[in-house]
Structures are given as structure tokens and as C-alpha cells.
């Protein structure tokens, strides 16, 4: 290819990340078939790197305390309310892993859903990963946790 083309192909990758929202781009693919013998599909995601990360942080910090088991330690600056908090720090399940896989904006919020495993050893909690989602909303000049949903 020509160095002007690439160049075009650069510029337009620059644009829709700049323009593109939240997802440069996302594929899905089929991955493995679950016991249920249901096909499961498989987001790859390429976050934007120009994308507004503050309400992002927050909610990592948060899902980071649920690793290390530090949640209750975690700020009250960082939520909305009292009950956010104790809310938010008593999950059934001890969580051993996360990766972000969406992120939406809901009403001037925004929500973030992890895949989250757990522990092995919690006896119900056998599925490799299931939903967290953290719903963080903007609070003064900064970003707080509203509420915290676990699917199990």
C-alpha cells in the first residue's frame, strides 16, 4: 500500500475513536459451548482510548477492594449514600477475578458490567464468570457509586 493510504486508514481509525463513543470497535465470536450445550458468543473489544476514564477508575477501585477483600475500608466519598455502601461491600461470593465488558451511560450515569469470578470454593458459585454491574454517578465534580447489581 501506498503511504497515502495508510495515512487515510490511520486518519479514519483516529476519527472513530475520537467520534465513535464508549467501543472503537467490538467483534463477536463464538467461543466455547457451556454444558448446557448452548453456543456462548464471545465479545474482543478495542476501548477507546480517548474515552472519559474518571467514572471508569472509580468503579475499578471498587471491583480492586472486592478482590483484595478491602471493600469496607474503601472511602465514603467514594458512594452516594450509606447504603450504597453496605450494599455494595456485601456480595454472597468472595471474587477472585474481573474484566471490563461493557459500558453504558444511563441517565448522566454511567454502568459498568465485569465479568467477575469467584472463589472455587463457594460451593454455588460454580459458573467461571457471571455479571457485576457498578452504576456510578456524577457527584459534584466527581464520580460516585449509586448501586451495585451481582447476577449469580
Known amino acids: ?11 479514519a481509525a483516529v476519527v472513530a475513536c475520537v467520534f465513535g463513543g464508549v467501543k472503537a470497535f467490538e467483534v463477536w465470536t463464538n467461543a466455547q459451548v457451556c454444558a448446557c450445550g448452548t453456543p456462548e458468543l464471545e465479545a474482543w473489544t478495542i476501548w477507546n482510548p480517548f474515552r472519559a476514564r474518571e467514572p471508569e477508575r472509580v468503579s475499578q ?27 455494595a461491600c456485601t456480595l454472597r461470593y ?41 452504576k456510578v454517578d456524577r457527584s459534584g465534580s466527581g464520580w460516585r457509586i449509586a448501586s451495585v447489581d451481582a447476577s449469580y
Open 94 to 134: 468472595s471474587v477472585k477475578a474481573w474484566s471490563l465488558r461493557s459500558e453504558e451511560t444511563i441517565n448522566g450515569g454511567k454502568a459498568f458490567a465485569y465479568a467477575v469470578g469467584y472463589e472455587p470454593g463457594d460451593a454455588e458459585a460454580n459458573a467461571v464468570s457471571s455479571p457485576l454491574w457498578v
Open 61 to 87: 477501585a471498587y471491583v480492586r477492594s472486592l478482590v483484595s477483600g478491602e471493600c469496607s475500608k474503601l472511602p465514603m466519598t467514594m458512594f452516594v449514600s450509606v447504603e450504597a455502601q453496605k450494599s
Open 1 to 11: 500500500m501506498t503511504r497515502r493510504r495508510w495515512l487515510m486508514i490511520a486518519g
